[in-house]
């Protein structure tokens, strides 16, 4: 509890506002479930102090996709966010937002200052071009079948008998 204290008062010192009034915020919660009154008012005092000098991001949609998700600077947002304002530290950053089938789009927001709010409209994710399956692949071509081979041994049995039977006459 001692430490996030001290890390919000560092972030409020950096000016990363929306970071300090998050963790002064759940230091409080952490004081008060731990009976630490002294700390839960003191937390409770610094993110009061904080919020009227927080920068707000609003994220709008301009048309409901199923299964539109959206990302903050690489992490998940929930859909029930938008149109709500969201804390935000100084600086840039970028917004994502994808749906099956959609083709994704990304955004980004630059914050200068504090207080300022910013919207953002998340455009109509377009359609993603479907190519056709490719047509079936035809069978390899088979080798054409061998030759047939020949059975030889009538032919030379013939011979044979043909040179026996020859030569008999002759001896005849």
Same mark, same amino acid.
């Given at each position: 509890l001692?430490? *996030?204290?001290?890390? /919000?008062?560092c972030h409020?010192?950096e000016?990363k506002?929306a970071s300090?009034?998050?963790e002064?915020?759940?230091?409080r919660?952490q004081?008060?479930?731990?009976? +630490?009154? !002294?700390?839960e008012?003191?937390?409770?005092?610094?993110?009061?102090?904080?919020?009227?000098?927080l920068?707000?991001?609003v994220?709008?949609?301009?048309a409901p $996709?199923?299964?539109?998700?959206?990302e903050?600077?690489?992490?998940?947002l929930?859909?029930?966010?938008?149109?709500?304002p969201?804390?935000?530290?100084p600086? !840039?950053h970028?917004?994502g937002a994808?749906? %099956?089938d959609r083709?994704? $789009?990304?955004?980004?927001v630059?914050?200068?200052?504090?207080? +300022? *709010?910013?919207k953002v409209r998340v455009p109509?994710l377009?359609?993603r071009?479907?190519? @056709? @399956? @490719? %047509?079936?692949?035809?069978?390899p071509a088979?080798?054409p %079948?061998p030759?047939p081979?020949?059975?030889?041994t009538q032919r !030379?049995l013939?011979i044979v008998?043909?040179g026996?039977g020859g /030569?008999?006459?002759? /001896?005849?």
């Amino acid at each position: 509890l001692g430490t *996030l204290l001290y890390l /919000a008062t560092c972030h409020e010192r950096e000016g990363k506002l929306a970071s300090a009034w998050v963790e002064f915020t759940e230091a409080r919660a952490q004081a008060a479930r731990a009976n +630490q009154n !002294d700390r839960e008012r003191i937390a409770k005092e610094r993110a009061t102090a904080i919020e009227p000098r927080l920068s707000r991001i609003v994220v709008e949609a301009e048309a409901p $996709t199923a299964g539109l998700t959206l990302e903050l600077d690489g992490k998940a947002l929930s859909a029930a966010v938008l149109g709500s304002p969201i804390p935000i530290d100084p600086g !840039d950053h970028t917004i994502g937002a994808s749906a %099956p089938d959609r083709e994704p $789009t990304t955004m980004k927001v630059s914050v200068v200052g504090e207080g +300022q *709010l910013l919207k953002v409209r998340v455009p109509t994710l377009r359609s993603r071009e479907v190519a @056709p @399956p @490719p %047509p079936p692949k035809a069978p390899p071509a088979l080798p054409p %079948p061998p030759a047939p081979e020949v059975d030889t041994t009538q032919r !030379d049995l013939g011979i044979v008998i043909a040179g026996v039977g020859g /030569a008999l006459l002759v /001896a005849g």
